[in-house]
């Protein structure tokens, strides 16, 4: 993170009494995130799925996200380089989501989702109530840290940068709040295409708009020789977002 990027953070952590919920930090209270390790691999190209982070849910980092931040690792198998050119999020409406690269764009597609599933008749809640409860169900292992831990990036940049924010206008505590979002944003994201050497593994976030019930995640890319894709179910998550829970495997109804 360069100099800009890292005073924005400090700044934001410093000014969240102080600026509107929207861009505000996840509160301390807030849980680690929990442990998915799904994992799937086909040829060349191998996908895990470390975790899930909804709006304020274990290990949300911003108070009011309206995106879904799936935690992947990426690896190329193979003895080539290997592209990875597109990743694609199937919602329990059978559309196709793709990751969003900018953080309001991505929230103004995820209030689209909730209107769409809402008016097929399905009650979201999003990021809170059942959504939390269905995460915490057995089987589910709390984990220290996914894609880094943004509480201790914030805990060693705000020793570093001694500012006081006081003396800032509201209008610039909200743009610096604004930067520090976006930072933290790009910071996770594992943005596409990327190229992995034979061996190498790429980490980092796939920011998704809210997709209520994702049935599967794929990812398509190629080598030298060969077109690669790779699907990973998603099953247990059928009931992510819906307001009455779904069993594993059932799938929710339309």
């Known amino acids: 993170m ?3 990027g890292v005073l924005a953070a400090a700044l934001l952590l410093a000014c969240t009494g102080c600026v509107s919920t929207k861009y505000k930090r996840a509160p301390k209270s ?3 995130p929990l442990a998915l390790n799904f994992a799937a691999e086909q040829s060349a190209l191998a ?22 931040e799936y935690v992947c690792s990426i690896t190329n ?20 989501q793709a990751p969003g690269d900018e953080p309001w764009a991505l929230e103004q597609r995820s209030r689209e989702n909730i209107k769409k599933f809402e008016h097929s008749g399905r009650k979201v809640a999003v ?66 295409p990327c190229t992995l050497a034979p061996g190498e593994t790429k980490s ?13 995640l794929m990812l398509r890319g190629a080598t030298a020789e060969a077109s690669q894709e790779i699907v990973l179910d998603l099953a247990p998550l059928a009931g992510l977002h819906f307001l009455k829970q779904i069993a ?7």
């Open 248 to 254: 594993p495997g059932a799938g929710p109804k339309p």
């Open 2 to 4: 360069n100099f800009t």
């Open 204 to 216: 980092g976030d796939f920011f998704f708009p809210i997709s209520p019930g994702p049935q599967r």
């Open 77 to 96: 198998r193979g003895a080539t380089p290997l592209t990875v050119e597109s990743a694609t999020l199937v919602d329990a409406l059978d559309a196709d």
């Open 30 to 32: 807030t849980p680690p």
């Open 47 to 68: 996908l895990a799925l470390h975790t899930v982070i909804v709006q304020k849910g274990p290990g949300s980092w911003r108070k009011e996200a309206y995106w879904d």
């Open 127 to 192: 990021g809170a109530g059942l959504t939390l409860t269905w995460l915490s169900t057995p089987g589910w292992a709390a984990v220290g840290v996914a894609s880094g831990s943004t509480a201790m990036l914030f805990a060693g940049v705000i020793t570093f940068v001694a500012i006081p924010v006081w003396v800032l206008g509201s209008g610039v505590r909200t743009l610096v709040a604004r930067s520090g979002v976006t930072g933290e944003f790009h910071r996770r994201e594992l943005a596409l």
